[in-house]
């Protein structure tokens, strides 16, 4: 049986491991060779559902995923610093479909797990510099298991105002695609773009790497560390009972 030092041991080890696993890492998803005014504008505001799909390969395992940003960029036509004001709401999902062949029907984009994670209020200063400087922080992570398929973000815009004509990093990318209203109308209807959105950045902690997942190195030096601490405890313990 394993006296104080031993479980002080198994403590530690157990404790290293579990702040390693948790560490959120950031994830950059999509193209910022082009910029895009949907939705984030706020002189002509667009209003309704926009919707982006995000590869899944981005995401090995499962993940709780608990803040998106989006970068604010300079065009000839874009007003910066620019103060920006949000009310929205923001859903998750696995979704059936693809980033390449997103539906232009919102509902199909939908998987089992449709969930609101933020409704709210969002401010931002906008710079114009390529920084991820929209975020949006969730209120309730979204548990996302890549192996049922990719990623939906859907964002519906209630209302917003500010001082300029936005845009936002955004490109063509085999990792994203979306849905959207037509000139920000939801009576217009909606308009499927595959293989383009906005740039995205992502906050979010690995929960269970996928099978057959090799340990990072950090977590192989944790565990080597552990391990050995136990295995000095035991030789330890072995020649004190030969005295």
Do not use: C, H
């Not at 006296?3 to 002080?8: A, E, I, P």
């Not at 559902?49 to 981005?58: A, E």
């Amino acid at each position: 049986m394993l006296n104080l030092r031993g479980t002080f041991y198994l403590a530690v080890l157990a404790s290293l491991l579990l702040s390693a696993a948790a560490q959120a890492d950031t994830i950059i998803i999509g193209s910022n060779a082009s910029a895009n005014n949907y939705p984030f504008q706020t002189n002509g505001a667009y209003t309704g559902t926009y919707q982006q799909i995000y590869t899944r390969n981005k995401f090995p395992g499962v993940w709780s995923i608990t803040q998106i940003a989006f970068a604010s960029t300079t065009t000839p036509t874009s007003f910066y610093p620019s103060p920006a004001a949000y009310n929205l709401s923001v859903y998750a999902a696995t979704a059936p479909t693809t980033p390449s062949s997103p539906s232009n029907n919102f509902a199909n984009n939908r998987g089992s797990d449709y969930t609101i994670v933020y409704s709210g209020p969002v401010t931002a200063t906008l710079t114009g510099a390529n920084n991820f400087d929209l975020v949006i922080n969730f209120a309730t992570p979204f548990i996302y298991n890549s192996s049922l398929g990719d990623l939906l973000i859907e964002i519906v815009i209630n209302s917003a105002t500010g001082t300029g004509r936005e845009f936002f990093l955004a490109g063509f990318s085999p990792e994203t695609g979306r849905v959207y209203n037509a000139f920000g109308n939801p009576a217009n209807g909606q308009i499927a773009e595959g293989n383009f959105g906005l740039y995205t950045r992502f906050m979010a902690t690995q929960l269970q790497a996928p099978p057959n997942a090799i340990p990072e190195p950090a977590t192989m030096f944790l565990l080597g560390t552990g391990v050995a601490g136990l295995a000095a405890y035991a030789r330890g313990r072995r020649r004190a009972l030969k005295r």
